[in-house]
């Protein structure tokens, strides 16, 4: 790699930048808790891992090359972004049990991972970004491996430490405030819906 250093700064600011992957965490903590949280960003993580081997194998590089393919990827992104925001908006939230909890944190598992597999963003950010930091005649699969179990090990800290939050004023908040907060949440995740469908490529 040429500089590690670099490549780590970059992938904490990649980390830290909100987009749709924090939006749907704190939705996830604020609806179904901690649990189903994490479970979210384990399927964030899968999704950003895929995205490092697609672009290690090329396949990254014709989804941005394809204004078709681009599209369609953009507007399914969107589309799974303005579903999640409309659960949180319309259905109610059921009594906690240990089957609930089980489906929760298998739907949080399926939120994060169709968010970050659907996200266009994800595509561009790695075609641009592996590029720069790869030696001559490396290994791409494995450096792209690699680059993305750091921004995945940089995720997981802070989604973590974000669910957390989340969740520990979920606890401390009244119910009526409890739904506020994740209809808030939703808001933002169909407002993030929206604006990726109208925006021009």
């Not at 250093?5 to 901690?34: K, N, Q, S």
């Not at 790869?134 to 802070?158: C, E, Q, S």
């Not at 009526?176 to 933002?188: D, H, I, K, N, S």
Request: aromatic content about 6%.
């Amino acid at each position: 790699m040429r500089s590690v250093p670099e490549f780590l700064l970059v992938a904490l600011i990649v980390t830290l930048t909100p987009g749709p992957a924090t939006a749907t965490i704190i939705r996830v903590a604020a609806r179904d808790g901690r649990g189903a949280a994490l479970s979210a960003i384990f399927g964030n993580s899968i999704g950003v891992l895929l995205w490092g081997c697609l672009s290690a194998v090329g396949v990254a590089s014709l989804v941005t090359a394809s204004e078709v393919a681009y599209t369609v990827l953009r507007v399914g992104g969107a589309l799974v972004l303005i579903v999640m925001g409309a659960r949180s908006l319309l259905v109610h939230r059921e009594a906690d049990g240990a089957h609930r909890r089980a489906v929760r944190r298998t739907s949080g598992w399926r939120s994060g991972l169709a968010t970050s597999v659907t996200n266009p963003k994800l595509a561009v950010f790695f075609i641009a970004l592996f590029p720069q930091f790869l030696r001559p005649h490396a290994n791409p699969l494995l450096y792209a491996l690699a680059m993305a179990a750091t921004i995945v090990a940089f995720d997981l800290v802070w989604y973590s430490t974000l669910a957390w939050t989340v969740h520990r004023a979920r606890l401390l908040l009244r119910p009526r405030v409890q739904r506020l907060m994740e209809r808030l949440t939703g808001a933002v995740l169909i407002g993030l819906g929206v604006r990726l469908v109208a925006e021009a490529r």
